[in-house]
């Protein structure tokens, strides 16, 4: 088999990590920039390590800042440890799946999803109950059903659950944040850097329902939850439900955070520089198909879409 279509090696992993941490962690100059395209030009197996790295960059958000800085300490010139790399080598596969690395040294076999998508991907499925469920991109649940309930956890990402009213068994739902209740709800989640944002559009949903600061949902709330438990009501510039049919449907949205959404949908790294990030966007747009919604972008607002490699775009001014 040609090398080019071998899986990359644990050394070219590593590196691609080391550049993850280095490009999102920090504004690389010309010289890194110029030492990245190096990198990813020297190998073909380069080339596929970035790219399946890469689609885990949201799951940097809890990557510990003693070893972001570690990595990013230009002073020091040091390189991870291979101690750390496989403390980032856990936190990337805990919230990422790494499906194309062994679980085993790590002691990660437990945490395989039932059900998982990748960067991009939206898949639908059916419960055995006849419930409805959707799962965003990059996103990965757990589905357990008994005589008593039926219970889903939320290992990452965003879905949606259209729940079967007809079965009498309670709902429960974990996520991050703790527990949710519901029998009747069609309800999306989805986790962010807050915490979890909770929409219901049809039925009831009890928040916290074993506590005593419980919170019955109603159907057309939409509400933002923290890891400390407190909520409140979220305040969009789109339509949370807008991916269910395959579209990104914002109104007046800031350019850096429709880049922000938009980049979830996309392997690499997509970035919005800041004299642009305030333009405001509205429209709605095919998921399907993200290089037509930055060509739409470049003849819509006055910007220039820079592409560094496939895997790297900017967005700056025209």
């Known amino acids: 088999m040609p090398s080019a279509e071998r899986a990359p090696a644990q ?5 691609a990590i080391e550049w993850l941490v280095k490009l999102r962690f920090d504004t690389p100059s010309p010289c890194t920039e110029q030492q990245f395209q190096q990198w990813l030009a020297s190998h073909p197996q380069n080339i596929q390590a970035w790219k399946r790295v ?10 510990p800042s003693e070893l972001s800085r570690r990595t990013l300490d230009a002073s020091q010139r040091q390189r991870i440890s291979r101690r750390d790399q496989l403390k980032l080598l856990a936190v990337l596969a805990v919230g990422g799946g790494l499906g194309w690395a062994s679980r085993e040294p790590l002691g990660l076999s437990a945490l395989i999803a039932d059900s998982s998508t990748g960067t991009g991907e939206r898949r639908q499925l059916q419960g055995s109950d006849g419930s409805r469920l959707q799962l965003n991109t990059a996103s990965a649940i757990d589905l357990h059903f008994s005589s008593e309930q039926r219970e889903l956890t939320l290992i990452r990402g965003e879905i949606s659950l259209d729940s079967n009213a007809d079965d009498n068994r309670p709902f429960r739902i974990n ?3 703790g527990e949710l209740d519901t029998r009747n709800g069609q309800v999306l989640l989805r986790e962010n850097d807050k915490g979890l944002l909770l929409a219901v559009r049809r039925g009831e949903v009890t928040l916290f329902p074993f506590s005593p600061s419980a919170r019955l949902v ?3 709330e939409v509400l933002q939850v923290s890891p400390g438990g407190r909520y409140a009501s979220a305040s969009l510039h789109g339509d949370p439900w807008g991916w269910t049919d395959g579209v990104l449907s914002v109104q007046q ?6 880049v922000a959404e938009l980049a979830r949908y996309r392997p690499g790294l997509l970035r919005c520089a800041p004299e642009v990030a ?5 429209g709605t747009y095919q998921l399907g198909d993200t290089e037509q919604i930055l060509h739409l972008l470049s003849h819509s607002l006055p ?6 490699t496939r895997y790297w ?5 025209a």
């Open 303 to 308: 910007v220039r879409i820079d592409y560094r």
């Open 175 to 177: 996520t991050r944040v």
């Open 54 to 63: 890469s689609e885990l960059r949201d799951e940097l958000a809890v990557l």
């Open 218 to 220: 109603q159907a057309g």
């Open 11 to 15: 050394a070219q992993v590593d590196q």
């Open 313 to 317: 775009v900017n967005i700056g001014a």
């Open 278 to 282: 305030g333009l405001k966007v509205s």
């Open 253 to 258: 949205m800031p350019l850096g955070e429709f």
